[in-house]
Each structure stands twice: as structure tokens, then as C-alpha cells.
């Protein structure tokens, strides 16, 4: 989870309680006073531990919420765009509990200004969860793979932003094993691949105006996120009856498909929320490590679960597109710190 303050500020912060720890401990037991090493090794010891524990909640609700979804989607049958919206609210009075636990600091934001994220963020959400419903787990998760280079050419187009040849060429066996695992999968569908690509535009457009956005407002993504949610689960409750007539909900009202949802709309949350905090507390080569690590586990638990076989060609598709993943991460990031 990220923080409205600056690492200095931080520091500041952490010596400050240090400082307290130890004027507290010498009033109360002026004989028994811990060192500040032994201090600070607690402190060390109580975050690694949380640390620990937030960063397993972010890998397991990471894998959880797209199989979760898809059960709903393929077993159940629960109309795609309600989930989406359902999963917005939740997000939002979760977020609302947050925030009374003091766990992230609200600021004002101008209302109408949020609306163009907000629809961005609700159009991405949609088309993800539409591609997740009519793809294959696995070319639902390669094609995500293709938002970076997307951003990397929008950014080059209308921001005249400059990349290093080695970073632009790791994206071919990228863009190549997507091509070769999408082309060769047998439930491939065309809706699906229309779905899977509006939601690649609408993520790297996203990704921009995240950017844009913590910049003019001095913001952070959870806070943005507060925003975003209720007003992109509005747009979208515009939009369902067009798509899912309501009246068409009743079939859905039993234990076990109201109890996936609630459970669903409660990891999606778990997933948005503690990803603030890994990538605003791990470096960027762990952070990317061990995203690369989920995407493999994801494309071949789906793959299990879901009866998705994945024959040789689609293998060396795969493979051919991590190759591409790493090249890319070993620029960007481990050749940068080893300078």
C-alpha cells in the first residue's frame, strides 16, 4: 500500500517513535532499558512480519478473484457486466471501513473530474471480465501482457516519449508467442479476442491517466481508487439493464451463487487494495519477479480447473512470450540497479 508521505518523512516518523519508545521505557523502568539496536530489531522483526503476511494475501487474492470469477461466469452463468458492477460497490464500502480504521487518508477531489477515469477504470473492469469470460485463462492472461508495450506506443505518439532499442525489441517475442498461443487455442473466439483487445486500450489508457492524475491532485491510487469505484459502478449500472435485463436476476437468488459473489467482490478489494502496498513497499524487480511468477501459475491453474488443455503449440507460445517478459524486466529494472 502506498503512503501520502515521502520516504524522508517516513524515516522522520519512524526515529520519532524510536525516540518514544525509549524516553517511555527509561520513565517506566529506569533500570531496564533496551538498547535502541534491540528496538529497532523489533520494529525490523513486526514488519517483516506484516510485510509477510500482506504480500501472501496480495499473491493468493491475485490468483483467487480471475478463477473465482471465472467459476461464476462458466459454472453459474451470472451475467458478467452485474458482477463487474456488484464488485465496484463492494470495493467502495470496504474502502469506506478503511477508511474509519485510519488505514489510507482521504482528500477532497473534484467530483466531475473523476468521471473520465472513473469510465476508463469501469471500461477496462467490463472488458477484462468479458474477456476472462469468453477466452481460455491463458489467452486472457497473454494478452494482458500486451498493455506495457500498448502504453509504450501511445506514450511515444501523442507524448513524444523515447524508449532504449533493447526495451522496444523485447516486446517482439512478446507480441509474437501472444500471436502463436492465441492463434493456436482451441476455444479461441473471436467476441472473446474483441473483448480481450478494447481491454488493453482501455488499460493503458487507464494507466496513463492514473498517472496524470496523482500528479496534478498530489494523490495516491487509493485514494484515486475511492473515487473511481462507486462513480465507475454508477456508469456501469447505466449501461446493464441494456445488456442484462435485471428481471433475469431471480434464477440467481440461492446460497451458493449469492455466497461466490460476496466472496469474489471481497477478494477483487483484497487484490485492489493490497497491491498499493506492494508496489509502494517492494523494488521494482522483486515487484515484476513476482508478478511474472503469478501470470505462469494463473494460465496453468486455470488450465487445470477449467479443462483448458494446452497443446505444444500453445506451450512454445507461452514460453516464446515469458522469454520476451524477462528480456524486457532484465532491462528495465535489474541492468538499471546494477548500474
Known amino acids: 500500500m502506498s503512503y501520502p508521505y515521502s520516504s524522508k518523512d517516513i524515516q522522520e516518523l519512524d526515529n520519532r517513535d524510536l525516540s518514544a519508545n525509549i524516553l517511555s521505557a527509561s520513565m517506566n523502568h529506569p533500570t531496564e532499558i533496551p538498547p535502541p539496536t534491540q528496538l529497532a530489531s523489533r520494529r525490523v522483526v513486526n514488519s517483516c512480519f506484516w510485510s509477510t503476511i500482506i504480500f501472501a494475501i496480495n499473491f493468493v487474492s491475485s490468483i483467487l478473484v480471475i478463477n473465482l470469477a471465472k467459476w461464476i461466469y462458466v459454472k453459474h452463468h451470472f451475467p458478467n457486466l452485474t458482477l463487474t458492477t456488484i464488485n465496484f460497490f463492494m470495493t467502495y464500502l470496504l474502502l469506506l471501513v478503511c477508511l474509519q480504521l485510519k488505514l489510507f487518508t482521504y482528500i477532497k477531489l473534484p467530483i466531475l473530474s473523476m468521471i473520465p477515469v472513473s469510465a476508463c477504470f469501469g471500461g477496462f473492469i467490463a472488458f477484462s471480465n468479458l474477456s476472462l469470460q ?22 511515444w505518439m501523442f507524448f513524444k516519449a523515447h524508449y532504449p532499442l533493447p526495451i522496444v525489441l523485447s516486446f517482439l517475442p512478446v507480441f509474437i508467442g501472444t500471436l502463436i498461443s492465441t492463434y493456436y487455442d482451441l476455444q479461441f473466439n473471436m467476441f472473446g479476442l474483441f473483448c480481450a483487445l478494447t481491454s ?20 495516491d491510487s487509493l485514494q484515486l481508487l475511492f473515487y473511481q469505484a462507486p462513480l465507475s459502478g454508477l456508469l456501469l449500472l447505466m449501461v446493464v439493464p441494456f445488456f442484462e435485463p435485471i428481471s433475469a436476476l431471480d434464477k440467481f437468488m440461492n446460497f451458493d451463487t449469492i455466497s461466490l ?4 467482490g471481497v ?37 487445470f480447473i477449467f ?32 548500474k
Open 307 to 338: 479443462h483448458e488443455p494446452l497443446n505444444i503449440r500453445q506451450v512454445f507460445g507461452l514460453c516464446f512470450t515469458m522469454i520476451g517478459v524477462f528480456v524486457y524486466s532484465y532491462f528495465k529494472y535489474i541492468r538499471k540497479v546494477t
Open 200 to 219: 488493453m486500450m482501455f488499460t493503458a489508457v487507464y494507466q496513463i491517466l492514473i498517472e496524470h492524475y496523482q500528479k496534478a491532485y498530489n494523490c
Open 267 to 303: 477478494v477483487a478489494f483484497f487484490v485492489n487494495f493490497t497491491i498499493f502496498w506492494v508496489i509502494g513497499n517492494l523494488s521494482a524487480v522483486a515487484y515484476n519477479m513476482i508478478g511474472h511468477s503469478k501470470t505462469l501459475l494463473i494460465i496453468f491453474i486455470g488450465s
Open 134 to 155: 469468453y477466452n481460455t485463462v491463458g489467452t486472457y492472461q497473454l494478452i494482458k501482457l500486451q498493455v506495457t508495450p500498448t502504453v509504450m506506443l501511445i506514450s
Open 261 to 264: 459473489i460476496l466472496c469474489c
